[in-house]
């Protein structure tokens, strides 16, 4: 098992505390790496770093700032299935039907901010005063914290230092200590495409610790956090004041309307609950479906349901590997015996999987009956669950979709063009896709949670994420 370091100042190092954590693959329960134990000293030590690279990158052409881009995303193309491995290996998600493609997407995300920071244009305005020229500017925030969760260690960190990066800023990021040899190879990349010393600061460690010192710290200017809601709350209190975005929970409720093509449906629903085995942010939590409709619609996504294939994320057969890490595996426990104890009923699965080489294979699983007061209706599971509810009225199904905390993302199945926009600008949520899964996205689209819920703030996306992450800036010229 190798002893791996943070990138800091251009430098791989240990952690001045001298300790380290493991590392573990959850299809297997082994150690795969032992990781620096970062603490607060040596994230201060980032952010004194990033103020260094901070001068270099601003100080780019975005000419070469989007060439710097390319050359990540040819390294990363480059070392693709090694990527994909350790992705696997950390993460659990399958190697073939998932983690392959999550390599790609993270391609995808620096080739399109490179792209998109060249054809980035801001305005020139008409004032009433016939002497002034009034013209906005774009500049980089500064040093960005950013924090990054382990469902997606490759993308959800491209979401941020790509576009980060085209903007101009320098990064000090904290990834989730059960993906850190995810983020530890990412860095390497970074390395390896000749990113200005300073520009790029890795720390390893507890969030709680290393993640809240680059929160709070005076010395980093703005934040870009991706994880659970609770965390994003201490998130917007420690670094009051500072521009944030937070991408935070989701409950994808999707709706299915009796006039839907229910084969579609069933199809693209299975694949909202089951793929990444559910622990995706816009996963399908919540699944109302018209009464007329219910058990033949069930029928179907039960058939789904069985066709998963549990086990081993290397064998090519493999369509599910195990979850991450065993709270997230504990809470979804939990929320199947909630619902059996509210009275809903569990078709298939509900339980963690017998016979597998770990204990956090969770069984794809299926519930009718589900009421607004189980768990599944309150909380996010981040599990491979289907609780479905049923509605009769349109406007019932809104309004049972909009009863609990998020507002992420939201679909709706039907073949009513008047009733799709009904529901897509009535359904709460930052996001509806019509008849697709709540868990489509391109990473240039903007993304994020509706105000007054508690899904986040602001929106991510190609050339939306690069806005988020500059500053508008207003130059006035007096020509008397
Ligand atoms: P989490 O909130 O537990 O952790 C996220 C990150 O925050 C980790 O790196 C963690 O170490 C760090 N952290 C923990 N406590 C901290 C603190 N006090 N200060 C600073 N940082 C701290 O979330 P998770 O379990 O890693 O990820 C799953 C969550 O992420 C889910 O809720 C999911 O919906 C959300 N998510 C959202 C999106 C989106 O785009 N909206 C995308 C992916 C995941």
Partial sequence: MKTEKMFIGGEWVDSVSGNYF?????????????????????????????????????????????????????VISRRR?????????????????????????????????????????????????????????????????????????????????????????????????????????????FEEAGVPVGVLNLVTGKGAVVGDEIVANPGTDAIGFTGSTATGHQIAVRGAGKPMLLELGGNG????????????????????????????????????????VHDEFVAKL???????????????????????????????????????DKGAKILIGGKRAANKTS?????????????????YNKEETFGPVAPVMSFSTHEEAVEIAARNNWGLVSSVFTSNLKDSMYFAENLRAGIVNINDSSNYWESHVPFGGVAGKASGVGRIGGKYSINEMSDLKTISLDLR
């Fill in 22 to 74: 493991e590392s573990v693959n959850p299809a297997t329960g082994q150690a795969i790496a032992s990781i620096p134990e970062g603490v607060r000293k040596d994230a201060r030590m980032a952010i004194q770093s990033a103020r260094q690279g901070f001068e270099q990158i601003s100080r780019m052409s975005v000419w070469d700032r989007s060439k710097l881009l390319v050359s990540i995303a040819e």
């Fill in 81 to 189: 299935e090694d990527l994909a491995r350790v992705l696997t290996l950390e993460q659990g998600k399958p190697y073939y039907s998932e983690a392959l493609d999550e390599i790609d997407g993270t391609v995808m995300a620096f080739a399109d901010a490179a792209e998109q920071i060249k054809w980035l244009e801001t305005s020139v305005i008409p004032v009433e005063d016939r002497n002034k020229r009034v013209l906005t500017i774009r500049q980089p925030k500064g040093v960005y914290a950013i924090i990054t969760p382990w469902n997606f260690p490759f993308m959800v960190a491209a979401e941020y230092l790509a576009p980060g990066l085209a903007a101009g800023n320098a990064i000090v990021w904290v990834p989730a200590p059960t993906t850190s040899l995810c983020a530890i190879r990412l860095a390497e990349c």
């Fill in 253 to 292: 409720p999707t709706i299915v309307l009796k006039d839907a093509d229910l084969d579609h449906a069933a199809r693209m629903i299975a694949s909202g609950c089951f793929y990444n085995a559910g622990q995706v942010c816009s996963a399908t939590e919540r699944i109302l479906i018209h009464r007329d």
């Fill in 302 to 340: 039960v058939n789904h349901a069985k066709e998963i294939i549990i086990g081993d994320p290397f064998d090519q057969r493999t369509t599910m590997g195990p979850l991450n890490n065993e709270p997230v595996t504990l809470k979804n426990d939990i929320h199947a015996k909630d619902c059996l």
């Fill in 359 to 375: 204990d956090l294979f969770f069984e794809p699983t299926v519930i009718v009956g589900v009421t607004e007061e189980c768990l």
